[in-house]
Nanobody, 128 residues
Framework: QVQLVESGGGLVQTGGSLRLSCAAS????????LGWFRQAPGRERDFVSA????????YYADSVKGRFTISRDNVKNTVYLQMNSLLPEDAAVYYC?????????????????????WGQGTQVTVSS
């Protein structure tokens, strides 16, 4: 199975942008549905976005639609999360996740508990 390593977090001002990256090991990267989640202190881990195996299908939480863009490069074995117009409420630890089973991306995006491979997380801080 793949292993995931996130990077790109940091401190940004409200309205600023960051791009998170998640590099994966393994030869079967293109067979995984990938997602991003986030967890703020004292809160549960929340779904942010998911992308299909080919990259043709994407899903977003309502709170980030129009501001965040997920993409993947199956040659570089990397998934990205471009975050624009950042708000203080976007501050959290962001986790990359992968699902290697047979379910469709739509099912996986609406059933986040199906993601079963996780990275270690990267901190995003947004100053007001």
């Amino acid at each position: 199975q793949v292993q995931l390593v996130e990077s790109g977090g940091g401190l940004v001002q409200t309205g600023g942008s960051l791009r998170l990256s998640c590099a994966a090991s393994g030869r079967t990267f293109s067979t995984y549905v990938l997602g991003w989640f986030r967890q703020a202190p004292g809160r549960e881990r929340d779904f942010v976005s998911a992308i299909s195996r080919t990259g043709s299908g994407t899903y977003y939480a309502d709170s980030v639609k129009g501001r965040f863009t997920i993409s993947r490069d199956n040659v570089k074995n990397t998934v990205y999360l471009q975050m624009n117009s950042l708000l203080p409420e976007d501050a959290a630890v962001y986790y990359c996740a992968a699902y290697g089973g047979p379910a469709t991306t739509r099912v996986v995006a609406t059933t986040p508990t199906l993601f079963d491979i996780w990275g270690q997380g990267t901190q995003v801080t947004v100053s007001s």
